[in-house]
């Protein structure tokens, strides 16, 4: 597993990892301090497993941290330079950001939002997104954020679940040359919701939309509002979000986040792992519907004064070199993308981002998913001219933010492609047996997380015992994310997906990220997904689906030429009993592959809710596959 990859931009601050390994509790405490408190905490932790407050009487505000914190020092720093998919362009200052803010914060008041209240947010990727999230935050509104390609009953499920009593929305947003109109489909979604009080409207598209005595639009609220409002002094603990997660079974699960912790973790985390600079120009690449755009984008960089670029639209929209356009045009020096979009990226080939000017691009991130080696090996060549570190990312909506990284920002360590290192300083954790028990090294086992971290969350919006169900039965007093993982004799991570989609054929378990960085490394194959069925013999028959790289045509030849790959990339136990080729996967809006689709399909199951799903072709084509299989079965 080792690489010959050393590249790094930090000063070698190991002194950070020993602190954290002294005493954890001081080592976060350090860390919050570095954030502004109207009053200091008198309790770093209170652990009551699996229920953990951080900086209990402490007294702050995300959105002041986000916002006057940099106002005071440089209130002509550009916050966002944002492109639509149009050729629309806008910039914020900070000055100006706190401004809109404040604005709609006290808009917000005026219809009689207070302190606790829960406001749903469902707009496209424009400015007044990142403005509304702070705005609740700054009058302590509990923000709960749904993707903008989500449907009508996706969005009633989630506003029942959290009694929001408003809603701010768009007319439309635009993806692909097309409009979403997402005020109709708000007006779908809430027209037996009593408890809805007032929706906001953002004109963005100019679509014809109905108004209603509801609605109420942005430019009539907000304007006639004043550009002053002071931030409630809120409670470390005082949940600042709730996000809709899916689970292996029913219904979204409603992470609630708080104030104190999270924004610890964000603020120390942002600053390792990116090394963040005044002069930098960050691009990450994730809608903030997801937890990195929460994260990642809208508090992580905020409050560390960050230049950063926000797009509306899809990457490869309207030409494959989109991206790399907007890399050029605006000297992008850190790029944060997922795996899903490199891998798309990498079937266009190396003469489109070879054609761009890339040269301003210091470091490189991803998240999401486990990288295939060959993808980071791109990634690192192509994207980065083998100048700029690879800082791969594992964490979750749940985690709050990232728990294995490199961080740059401190250390320079050793990369090695596939592996997202090390835990970040401060994080605890094993690779563990179905006893809780540490597994050897290059061992495979269940990743833990065996101490609380500030991160994390507080538990699941109005279920607390599903909480403790969900994340903490399998093991006593450790988190257990349901991600498969290897810990190396240098104490590296490699993730192997999530241990519900780990298969076991013959007694030999394999992960089915394993598999899909075999099938991906292979030079005509752009993107893979494996999941198992029953078999009676060997107890799971590996199926594999298979996306071929542009201009690649399907052939039996190449089949057996696929599947003799694997066996020698990972033996022989490990040859697909069943390839198919198809032209998409089934993915959700934030590129992860729906393998749960994929196996109901393969055992001719109800396939249950897709509201989180891409692109519904996609699961036409694989049952088609499928159905053809039967068809040639059924002739022998």
Known sequence: MDSGYTIGLGNNDSRTRIDANEDGIKF????????YWFEKWHTALEWNPPFARWFVGGKTNASYNALDVIVKKNPKKKAIIWEGEDGSKREFTYEELLSEVSRLANGLKSLGVKKGDRVTIYLPMVPELIISLLACARIGAIHTVIFSGFSAKS??????????KVIITADGGRRRGSIIKLKDIVDEAIKDLNFVENVI?????????TITQKDKKWKDLVGIMSSSCDAEMLDSTHPLYILYTSGTTGKPKG???GTGGYLTHLYSTFQWIFDIKDSDVYFCTADIGWVTGHSYIVYGPLMHGTTQIMYEGALDFPTPSRIWEIISRYKVTILYTTPTALRMFMKFGDELPNSYTLSSLR?????GEPIN???????FKIIGKEKCPIIDTWWQTETGGALVSPVP???????????????VPGVHLSVVDEHGKDVKNDSKGYLVVTKPWPGMLLTLWGDDEKYKTVYWSKYKDMYYPGDYAIKDKDGYIWMLGRADDVLKVAGHRLGTAELESAFVSHPSVAESAVCGIHHEVKGESIISFVVLKEGIIPTVLLKEDLINHIRKTIGPIAAPDQLHFVKKLPKTRSGKIMRRLLKAIAKNEQIGDISTLEDEASVDEVKAAFAELKQTLQKF
């Open 28 to 35: 976060w405490e350090t860390q919050a301090s570095k954030l």
């Open 155 to 164: 969005i009633q499920d989630r506003v029942d679940d959290s009694k929001s």
């Open 201 to 209: 409207v953002l004109t963005h598209t100019n679509n014809p939309i």
């Open 255 to 257: 992470v609630l986040h």
């Open 363 to 367: 470091l490189l991130g991803t998240v």
């Open 373 to 379: 080696p060959e993808v980071w090996k791109w990634y």
């Open 409 to 423: 920002g401190l250390e320079t360590i050793p990369l090695k492609p596939g592996s997202a290192t090390r835990p």
